[in-house]
């Protein structure tokens, strides 16, 4: 299974062109940059006439407009994960929004401590701590989050938000991607990461 992973595409999507093929395209969050309603219905429009086979996605701290939003109407191949999963191929996909309303609660520390064991690609748009995620001398990933994947260890962490972070790595049996597209000082759009499963 060959798997696209994009984040932080904050509006420019109709930008990337030529993206190249894979089973399933994951969208790890900040599909919008305002969380306005109509760009979250544009990125909406755009992901579901993309050409393939699976698509997922989240939210991330710019689609805030999406924290009470029932969203009907998806394709069936069209996977929207809030704090829930879908298995495709026997792969279990899980995703973590980053909502602000959870984040100033204790909410979202709850999400990633309910992250089902069975995970094989953990989806979020938070980084966990200490990996890709250092920029300005700050961490920006989550504590919490890392003790997590240290004791579920999915195959795959997705995720995004540290702009200036994107690529790939590996530690502890986990591969990290993070998939963010927009460069650090928004001005360019990096590739998409494409990851091939063992």
Known sequence: ?????????????????????ADVLVHSGDFTMTGTESEALDFLNWLCDLPYKHKIFICGNHDDCLYDANIDGLDNNVHYLRNSGVEIDGVMFYGVPMFMNDCITSRQNYNYANIPADTDILITHSPA??????????????????ERITTIKPQYHLFGHVHSKHGIMQQDGTIYSNGAIMNADYTNLNKPNLIELL
């Open 1 to 21: 299974m060959k798997i696209l992973h994009l984040s932080d595409t904050h509006g420019c999507h109709h930008r990337l062109r030529n993206l190249p093929e």
């Open 129 to 146: 701590y200490g990996i890709l995620d250092f920029d300005d001398n700050t961490h920006y990933g989550s504590k919490t989050l890392l």
